[in-house]
Every structure is written in C-alpha cells, then in structure tokens.
C-alpha cells in the first residue's frame, strides 16, 4: 500500500525522521529502496516539502496588504479582476511613496525576518548525532548487560556497576572478541556518515531551488519593465504618427 499522498503533506523534519527509520531498518541500500517502495511510489529525495521562508521585503508587505488590495478593487471593480492591473497598479503606488513612508513597511520587514530567524534557531538542532567505538557498542549490548545482572548475587546492579564489570571483561577480551563489535561500530559509522551527506545534499538542493526562484522573480519583474518600456515607446510613435498626418 502506498502513502505518497499522504508523505508529500508532512513538513521536512517528519519526513526526513520516517526516511531515518526506513534506513535503520535496512541492512543494505537495495533493502532500503525495497522498503521505501513499500509506503511511495516516489523516492525520498523527490518529496519537495516546505522550505524556509523567504525573506520579507517593506514592498512585500505594502503589496500583500488586504486593505490596499481592497481600495483598488473599489476604485477599479472591472480592471481589477485582471491580476496584472492589481499588481501593475501597486507597484506605481509604491514607487509614488515617500522614502518616510516606504520605512514604515520595511521596519515591519525586518522585525518579521528578525522573528523568523530566531525562531528558526530555535528548532534547528546543530549538534551532530556521536560517533560510535567498538566499546560504545560493546557497553551498550543490551543482551550483555542483561546476562551480567541475572550473573550478578546482588538483587539489582545500578548502571554503573554493571558498567564496571562490562569494562574489566572487555580490558580481558582478545582482539578477535573485539572484532565483532570493531565491525558493529563502523557498520552503525558508515549508515551515519551517509545520513549527515544526504541532508546536506538536501541543503544544497534547497538552495538552488531558492536561486531558481530568486531569478524567475527577477526576471519577472525585468520583463514587466520592458513591456512597460516598450508600450510608452509604441505610444510615442502613435502620437508623432498622428502629428506627421495631420500636417
């Protein structure tokens, strides 16, 4: 049964800890993407979940503003229902702004960007998952620390003792005893490192969508600029026409 419907709603995070677990649970690269094929149809990597936010700009928010929108489409009811006349209208009325009102809205920028960072700090873990020893394995055997207790004549051994007793037999133990734990270690080590490279590859990705859409944005804006550069210039040549004529 497939859940990619249901996947492509959850926010990153969520995501990124159910792809963790799918991974844990899988020996090796092709169990995983069997696994992973069981809950989507899609591979993790394709899921485009929610990106930080952008950051607000003063037009931004003059142009989003619900009562500006609302006093066009009073003064304007017909042209209105073309979004470009809206926008087209808005951006003149904030080029006609004074410099002390155009301040208003981008102080409120900042104080919402100023927010947004730190509440984005706030949720981001930056310490990095440890790296494990073959003792760190070893001490942390759950079958062994059982045996140790049911060995023990005490009736219940706190952690440390039975951390100390773990330790004096592993100071016994040969290396070719050890080696299975060496093995555990770098296993639990490689499926780690690879993690911390998927989401950095999940960072970069991010970024160039984030460019992408920076340049598809510029290049909006530039287009309107010229279309709107382009018509003055036909107007121009209409009225030298009409005068040429006329003469």
């Known amino acids: ?3 990619t419907q249901q996947l492509s709603k959850l926010d990153k995070k969520t995501l990124a800890l159910i792809n963790d677990i799918v991974k844990d ?3 090796t690269d092709e169990v995983y993407e069997e696994n992973w094929n069981k809950i989507s149809k ?3 990597k394709s899921f485009k ?3 930080k936010s952008r950051k607000k700009t003063g037009y931004y928010l003059y142009s989003s503003n619900a009562d500006i929108r609302t006093k066009i489409k009073e003064e304007h009811p017909d042209e209105s229902k073309n ?4 926008s087209k209208l808005i951006s003149e009325q904030w080029k006609n702004l004074s410099e002390e009102d155009k301040e208003v809205y981008n102080k409120q920028a900042e104080e919402i960007n100023s927010q947004t960072e730190s509440e984005s700090d706030d949720n981001v873990t930056k310490k990095k998952s440890p790296k494990r020893s073959a003792y760190n394995c070893y001490i942390g055997n759950k079958a062994l620390r059982a045996k140790v207790e049911e060995e023990s004549s005490s009736e219940k051994l706190s952690m440390l003792e039975v951390n100390k007793i773990l330790s004096a037999k592993w100071k016994e133990m040969t290396d070719e005893e050890k080696e299975v734990y060496v093995k555990e270690a770098e296993e639990y080590n ?3 490192s690879k993690k ?6 999940d960072k970069e990705e991010d970024k160039e969508e984030d460019k992408e859409e920076d340049k598809e944005e510029v290049n909006e804006e530039v287009n309107e600029e010229v279309k709107k550069e382009v018509k003055e210039e ?3 040549k209409k009225v030298v026409k009409k005068k040429v004529i006329k003469k």
Do not use: A, H
């Open 25 to 27: 649970l899988s020996d």
């Open 190 to 192: 490689n499926k780690l």
């Open 196 to 201: 911390e490279e998927d989401k950095e590859e």
């Open 42 to 44: 899609k591979p993790f």
């Open 49 to 51: 979940t929610n990106k």
């Open 83 to 86: 979004i470009g006349f809206v």
């Open 234 to 236: 036909v107007k121009k």
């Open 1 to 3: 049964m497939s859940y």
